[in-house]
């Protein structure tokens, strides 16, 4: 599927009031890209470090507070409802 197919899929599934974040296979590719790109984490985490984080467990809890999440053809499809907030 192309980006621009991703994106139309994305759009027709958007909740109203929110702000499209992305599509992402699972929790834990969405929290490492939340979180870096939010500041809360640095993107260049040394392995020992990033291999020990339970990031399906933060995608969760992201997904819990400021997100929502509808499943799509070609993956979960983010969407900010509001104010990304410190975990």
Known sequence: MTAAQKHRE???????????VGTFDTFAEFAKVSSVSCGDCPGNLPAYIDDNINWEAVGE?????DYTMQT?????????????SKV
Do not use: C, D, I
């Open 10 to 20: 994305a759009k027709r599934l958007r909740p109203k009031s929110t702000e499209y």
């Open 61 to 65: 809890r992201l997904l819990l507070q």
């Open 72 to 84: 799509g053809k070609h993956g979960m499809h983010f969407y900010l409802v509001r104010s990304p």
